[in-house]
């Protein structure tokens, strides 16, 4: 005989499931109202049709982030502060309850660090410090479950943000180079590249590991790709699963002495490299250190370092162009494809591009601070236009509110939006698509 004490327990545990469930769909049902938009779109420059509201302000450092299917907004956000007073980095999770298009809560789950952050498996993958790790996590839950190390040991120095992306069983795992192009002491003007560029062995590329297997280190992975020098801005292309990034082009391109590089001067290494973005298919070698965009050429050439002139690319054989290059130093952050419904066809034909924004285009002003639109179509590119500006300007000067702000991440809402994050003054921005009259 079943006790009244064990039917009541079961149809207690029932109710809580189902009030849970009624819980998150009545958060999602929110979400997919139309959104109020911000006076001025909070301080954005925007196409015709589009708003946007801050959805969050003044978060520590955020970068990259992904979105669970009841419509919260996960991030990862990096460490800030110098020396003693530095703090450590955390996983946020934002929720907007009420579908005001402002996050309604702001939950700290645990610490972490880098650009890495997705959804996959029924884990949360992040990056913290030298690991990727990996939380058991149910949506519309507002606390992890405990933590695998899925990939630990990873190199110091240099470019570490080691972000990813999961796909199935696999991530791909972004190991950006130690140095600027691969010179064997300081950064100095000229000096020559070690050649070959061992450096290439371990880092400069994507690396493919198992999403499930705990322990691993980086001699675990397979080289997927080469001869990219860091790329933050990785994405996969839901039309057919292919591997695409932009790439950090390299600093100091600068003429050498007398007698080469004629007709070039102190502006071209503001104007170049060209931000590459690169279609990945494995084996790729896209060419760092010996070779870079010319944005003067419109071809791979060969660097300084190597022996290059700024036009010869006797060092560029077999490396792959790229699909398209942005202007130089823009500090391409994060890239995503739009699959939603909401902003209008002709956005269901490519990727988001968000841009830091430069530091060293001297003697010419700053550039980037922008989230731009790609279109491409069968593995090929066609003619960015941007999306949304005036985060900062271009001569680095503050944006409309009187702060800096510098776009870092992109993830798409259930409900068709955009979200863009801004990690110089913890902003997150809510892009939507009303229409025009």
């Given amino acids: 005989m079943v006790s009244f004490g064990r039917i009541h327990g079961v149809v207690a545990r029932t109710l809580g499931v189902v009030l849970a469930a009624a819980a998150l769909v009545s958060v999602a049902a929110a979400q997919q109202r139309a959104v109020p938009c911000d006076p001025a779109n909070g301080g954005l420059t925007l196409p015709a049709g589009f708003c946007a509201t801050v959805f969050a302000d003044s978060l520590q450092a955020p970068r990259h982030m992904t979105v669970a299917p009841n419509g919260d907004l996960l991030i990862v956000g990096n460490a800030a502060g110098r020396a003693n007073a530095r703090r450590p980095g955390s996983i946020f999770l934002l929720r907007d309850a009420n579908g005001d298009g402002k996050a309604d809560a702001v939950t700290r789950l645990a610490e972490a660090s880098g650009s890495g952050i997705a959804l996959a498996n029924g884990y949360l993958y992040s990056s913290t410090g030298r690991s990727i790790v990996r939380y058991t996590f149910a949506t519309g839950a507002t606390s992890l479950g405990p933590a695998d190390t899925i990939i630990t040991d990873l190199a110091t120095g240099g470019h570490t943000a080691y972000n990813f992306v999961v796909v199935g069983s696999t991530i791909y795992m972004n190991v950006g180079s130690a140095t600027n192009a691969c010179e064997p002491g300081p950064r100095t003007p000229r000096t020559p590249g070690a050649d070959p560029c061992v450096e290439l062995e371990t880092r400069a590329g994507i690396w493919a590991f198992d999403a499930s297997k705990r322990g691993q280190k980086p001699a675990d992975g397979t080289r997927y790709v080469t001869g990219v020098r860091n790329s933050l801005a990785m994405t996969v292309d839901p039309r057919d699963q292919s591997l695409w990034a932009t790439m950090h082009g390299r600093d100091g391109l600068q003429p050498p002495p007398a007698g080469l590089w004629d007709g070039h001067d102190n502006t071209y290494g503001a104007e170049n490299p060209g931000e590459q973005v690169n279609h990945m298919v494995k084996g790729d070698d896209f060419g760092w250190p010996y070779c870079y965009w010319s944005t003067d050429e419109k071809k791979l050439v060969t660097a300084p370092e190597y022996g290059g002139d700024g036009r010869k690319s006797d060092r560029c054989a077999g490396k792959k162009a790229p699909a398209y290059a942005f202007p130089g130093h ?108």
């Fill in 330 to 437: 823009w500090a391409p952050m994060d890239m995503l494809f739009y699959t939603g419904t909401q902003f209008p066809a002709e956005y269901r034909n490519g990727a988001f591009v968000a841009f830091h924004g430069s530091w060293n285009r001297a003697p010419l002003p700053n550039m980037g601070y922008r989230v731009a639109f790609l279109p491409i179509s069968g593995g090929r590119a066609g003619t960015h236009r941007d999306f949304a500006t005036e985060f900062s300007f271009d001569n680095g000067a503050p944006g409309r509110d009187g702060r800096i702000h510098r776009p870092a991440g992109l993830a798409q809402g259930t409900d068709g939006s955009l979200y863009i994050a801004d990690d110089v003054a913890g902003t997150i921005y809510k892009v939507s698509y009303r229409g025009t009259r």
